[in-house]
Nanobody, 127 residues
Framework: EVQLVESGGGLVQPGESLRLSCTTSGFTFSFYSMSWARQVPGKGIEWVSAISPGSADTNYADSVKGRFTISRDNAKNTLYLQLNGLGIDDAAMYYC????????????????????WGQGTQVTVSS
């Protein structure tokens, strides 16, 4: 059974940082592209960032480019998202997602290309 478990969220003040983790099991992590997405209550899910299986390629939504960094440790089957310079607009539930098919990176920002998402970790930004 494929499982994705996010952690690392919390309450921070504007300008502070967090590091999110996504621990995975049930599939060959190193074969799959992965993504982070986020959702604010009452709004749709927003794709945030993606990374290719071997970490050679990464992409970011314009809203987070230059502030967030996606990475992965294939030996630990874990995906990360470093969030720097957090603002009020970054407050959301953050989810990690597994690509539907292995060894594919094109279409990295299309949510329909990901078949499994974790339960999410909450990021709250407040002064």
């Amino acid at each position: 059974e494929v499982q994705l478990v996010e952690s690392g969220g919390g309450l921070v003040q504007p300008g502070e940082s967090l590091r999110l983790s996504c621990t995975t099991s049930g599939f060959t992590f190193s074969f799959y592209s992965m993504s982070w997405a986020r959702q604010v209550p009452g709004k749709g899910i927003e794709w945030v960032s993606a990374i290719s299986p071997g970490s050679a390629d990464t992409n970011y939504a314009d809203s987070v480019k230059g502030r967030f960094t996606i990475s992965r440790d294939n030996a630990k089957n874990t995906l990360y998202l470093q969030l720097n310079g957090l603002g009020i607009d970054d407050a959301a539930m953050y989810y990690c997602g597994k690509r539907r098919s292995p060894h594919i990176y094109t279409g990295w920002n299309k949510l329909e290309n990901y078949d499994t998402w974790g339960q999410g970790t909450q990021v709250t930004v407040s002064s």
